[in-house]
């Protein structure tokens, strides 16, 4: 199993702007200056071990889109900008022609959870098969809705995939694309689902736009059980505890710390911080993820817990 992010970002898509990047080049350049750097094999050592994540790359800016692979067809988590670049991806691959089976699996409506599919050149080709799933009953009429004038010029009846919606029930394990599939509620205004897939006994975990709150300390508070022994946990942390619990309570997110603490007490493997707030440039989610870390070796000194903050174009194999 493996699983790549296309779109990590919450709320908004995030570029980077001219002043960033040069200010990227500017840090790399002053790294550079006390290096004798002689070939191009010592300078791509030099970017990998000296240059920090925010400098020698970046989180990126699409909105959520993650792919969970080695079932059955594909399968993607969520339809924001990302699934444009996966679409583009899939197209130019050796596979690109060629009919295929999409299994698109929805937290929930909201735009930045949508707003890519428009743009998912699949859905516009003939010979594709496409199956969208969720616990919203309204999810057919949002995605019209998205392509209806005027907000698209084309309209979703246009597009020539096979395209399928399915109303899961969070009560019923299901069996799909390979996966044994499990959808559960979640806190979020207008309600999310988050989900968990579990194949030759590694489990990946799904859990965005969803808000803990103080009952998360309690012993048996569900999602412990929904977390258990997860191989991967991609959770909402687009704030940190001071805000998720201040000003930013009932925005319907969690927190990198509650992240940790969850984590720790599920016995997952490998958390990554998702939905990450769309405002932050690269160097602040470097902090958060030092921050983040730190905390683990303060909470919880012995864990193997492993922490990330997920950037679009990160593939983690299981
Ligand atoms: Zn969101
Ligand atoms: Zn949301």
Redesign the pocket.
Known sequence: MYVRFWGTRGSLPASATARQIREKISRAIRSFRSQDLATDEEIEAFIDRDLPFAVRGGYGGNTACVEIGGGEGFVLCDAGTGIRDFGNAFLHSGKGGSPAVFHLFLS?L?W??IQGFPFFTPAYLPNQEIHIYGGHADIEQAFERQQGPPFFPVPFRALRATIVFHTLDPERPRRIAGFAVRMFRQK??GG?YGYSFVREGKKIVYST?MEHRTEAGEEDYPFIDLFRDADLLIFDAQYPLADAIGSKENW?HSSNLLGVELAVRAGVKRLCLFHSEPTWEDEALDRFLAETRDYLKSHAPSSPLRIDVAYDGLEIAL
Request: charged letters at 20%; glycine letters at 12%; hydrophobic letters at 0%.
């Open positions: 929930h909201h930045d959870h979020h205004p999310s736009d319907g």
